[in-house]
């Protein structure tokens, strides 16, 4: 029995078979130490093999074995360098060694010695992956053929370590492509994927593999994108230098909405693979939409530093203009009374229509420079809206139909009816015109909340919306970006004058509400109005019948600076009935009022004065005159110290520029109220 046999330096046993001790170990100390495994069954043998290996130059550490299991057991236990493998053995088989080697997936150096070995059955053993074979007869062979396959097993380890090393590259390398957010991917010549990670796959809503061998067109990318991309990619291979393409768009993917990337491409030089680019894409659209944002707010703040500068102009303007105008108004009117001749009646009509035309554009220019008095009441715009229907469908005509849908649980809102109802019918004649060739006008009320850039603090505030949509022609981005200014029109020379939607944009911020604007060429337009919701139910929403002129037989004290005003006033009144005490500023009215012995019945008087304006005068004389009703005369709500210039229910006002009728009516109102 040869099975505990080791064959160690220091084991008495190796005697037994390696010769003299001291010779054999001077050699050993000497010689390249190497691992044996030897199959044999005879002890000549394996004495003749150790001796061999030993004068090839190496001191052999050597165990024996015999049968299967202990070539198992063996091979399990140790470290091996070489199998040296008896071809045939009573118990066991070089070739059935071979396949218990190759079982346990060891690549050892496996070396078959034997006495005698028909060439058929040496060519299987070496097919059947034995290393070499070496007759007793020519054991020299041995040790070069040991030499040789450790050299061979080493550089075959060296080989299994390096693919080892580069699937574990390969794994790293693919778990990094495949967790990071960026694009990564490698296109041909062509423009064909070779190489794309799972980003890329998302994005196209796909898998990597599927990717490969096609172009970004192939895989639904918009031809403009598409030729976008392999513009830069020709570029990059063209000059062989790497390149950035910045903000590049990718239209919507895979249900995806559509996204925009900084690209970065590297040419690439692999061989056997052609010249290819490496493209790594950042994600960078919530940074563009950011930046946006940034920018359209931006934009909005210099707009509205604009409109507030024409806004100025304007209401400055006007305000002069209303004087003017209510003279040129008053006094056509009186000489209406006293003309009788039909062909100067009829020049006098043209200086009234134009007066009238300029008043109307001045009460635009004013409503747009939000400077007009606004007299708020607390509205149900469904009301609103059904009072205006009849003038509405009026004005469009009937080639335009008009739908209506109000929001049954309307909350209320606090707005100055008559200007709700300008707002509407502007609205809809620039419906009107947008539709030549008719459509639908829709007017839509409802409850909402109101935009975040006008939020308070405490959360959305809630916002009644009125909305008019029409399916006209709709607008340009640069037309849509200019319409609230004035005298901005698109329109032909005396079609349109461009204060339209100043007036309502004047109108909806002087109420405390925003307007937006959804629009497209072709697809029509839509206005929303928001309005600040209050609590408080509506009040009747049509303004109060006025009363009949009346004549009158009170004594009016009447300041007001501008000469011609005050005479025409004066005038007026005089020819109704009344007293009449004049004064230019608020201290000579002051004075008059002192030395008047009657009692005074009504202060009519300009609100913006020299020296002492009409809030101020009239404070100092009512203390005095305690019956004294006051009704100011402006078209201008600055002075009043009221926000937005809403008038108090206590004061009344004339808006400027009157008529001599009107004027009649609110001092006759004002006197019996
Ligand atoms: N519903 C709409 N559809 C298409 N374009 C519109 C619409 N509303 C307004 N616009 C555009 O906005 C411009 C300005 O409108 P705005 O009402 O201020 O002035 P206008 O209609 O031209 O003149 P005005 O109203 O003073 O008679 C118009 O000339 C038109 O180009
Ligand atoms: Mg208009």
């Not at 550490?61 to 040296?84: C, D, H, K, P």
């Not at 100055?416 to 947008?434: I, K």
């Amino acid at each position: 029995m040869n099975i505990d046999l080791r064959l160690c330096a220091g084991n008495p046993a190796r005697e037994a078979i390696a010769g003299p001790l001291q010779a054999a170990d001077r050699e050993a100390a000497l010689s390249e130490p190497l691992h044996v495994l030897l199959v044999e069954d005879t002890d000549d043998d394996a004495a003749l093999i150790t001796r061999t290996i030993r004068s090839a130059g190496f001191a052999p550490i050597l165990e024996r074995v015999e049968t299967r299991e202990q070539f198992v057991a063996a091979l399990r236990a140790g470290s091996w360098q070489v199998v040296v493998c008896d071809h045939s053995l009573p118990q066991f088989s070089s070739i059935e060694a071979l396949v218990c080697l190759q079982d346990q997936r060891l690549d050892l150096p496996f070396i078959v010695v034997s006495g005698s070995i028909s060439e058929e059955s040496a060519v299987s053993i070496l097919r059947a992956g034995a290393h070499d074979f070496v007759t007793k007869q020519s054991l020299g062979r041995l040790g070069p053929a040991i030499r040789r396959e450790l050299r061979d097993a080493k550089v075959r380890a060296e080989r299994r370590q390096a693919q080892h090393d580069l699937r574990v590259q390969r794994d790293f390398f693919r778990l990094v492509l495949d967790t990071t957010p960026n694009l990564i991917f490698v296109k041909d010549a062509w423009g064909r994927f070779t190489l794309a990670n799972r980003a890329v796959a998302m994005l196209f809503g796909t898998s990597e593999d599927a990717l490969i061998g096609r172009t970004p067109r192939d895989l639904g990318v918009q031809p403009a994108d598409a030729e976008d991309m392999r513009a830069a990619e020709r570029r990059v291979l063209d000059t062989r230098r790497p390149h950035l393409s910045p903000r590049q768009h990718v239209g919507a993917l895979a249900g995806g909405a559509p996204r925009w990337f900084d690209m970065r491409l590297v040419p690439l030089m692999l061989p056997d693979a052609g010249e290819q680019v490496l493209v790594i894409g950042t994600d960078v659209t919530e940074q563009r939409q950011t930046e946006e944002a940034l920018r359209s707010t931006e934009e909005q703040f210099r707009q509205a530093q604009k409109m507030e500068a024409i806004g100025q102009l304007a209401g400055g303007v006007a305000h002069d203009f209303n004087n003017l105008l209510t003279a040129i108004l008053g006094y056509s009117a009186l000489l209406r009374d006293v003309i009788h001749e039909p062909d100067h009646l009829a020049d006098l009509t043209e200086i009234q229509k134009a007066g009238e035309r300029a008043r109307s554009l001045t009460s635009q220019l004013l409503a747009f420079s939000r400077k007009q008095v606004l007299e708020p009441q607390v509205l149900d715009l469904n009301r609103v809206v059904g009072d205006a229907e009849r003038m509405l469908s009026r004005v469009i005509g009937d080639h335009i139909q008009l739908e209506t849908a109000l929001e049954p649980h309307l909350l209320t809102v606090r707005a100055d009816v008559g200007q709700m109802h300008q707002v509407l019918m502007n609205l809809a004649v620039n419906a009107r015109d947008a539709m030549r060739r008719g459509g639908t006008l829709r007017v839509a009320t409802g409850n909402a909340t109101m935009p975040s850039d006008t939020a308070a603090d405490d959360g959305p505030a809630p916002a009644v919306t009125l909305s008019v949509s029409d399916t006209g022609c709709g607008m340009t981005e640069e037309v849509r970006q200019r319409i609230f200014e004035p005298f901005f029109t698109t329109k032909a020379p005396g079609q349109g004058t461009g204060l339209g939607l100043a007036m309502v944009f004047g109108v909806v911020t002087q109420t405390g509400g925003h307007i937006d604007v959804m629009t497209a060429p072709g697809h029509g337009t839509t206005f929303t109005i928001y309005l600040p919701a209050v609590s408080e139910p509506a009040t009747a929403s049509v303004a109060p019948e006025a009363p009949p002129v009346l004549e009158g037989c009170e004594t009016v004290l009447l300041v007001e600076d501008e000469p011609a005003i005050r005479e025409l006033v004066r005038k007026v009144l005089s020819g109704y009935g009344y007293t009449v005490l004049d004064a230019a500023d608020g201290l000579h009215a002051i004075d008059l009022a002192a030395a008047y012995p009657a009692p005074i019945h009504l202060l009519l008087s300009d609100i913006v004065m020299p020296r002492i304006g009409g809030p101020e005068l009239a404070q100092r004389i009512v203390a005095r005159h305690p019956e004294m009703r006051v009704l100011y005369m402006s078209g201008y709500a600055t002075g009043l110290g009221m926000p937005f210039g809403n008038l108090s229910p206590t004061v009344t006002l004339l808006h400027k520029p009157f008529t001599p009728a009107s004027l009649v009516r609110k001092v006759r109102e004002c006197l019996d109220r």
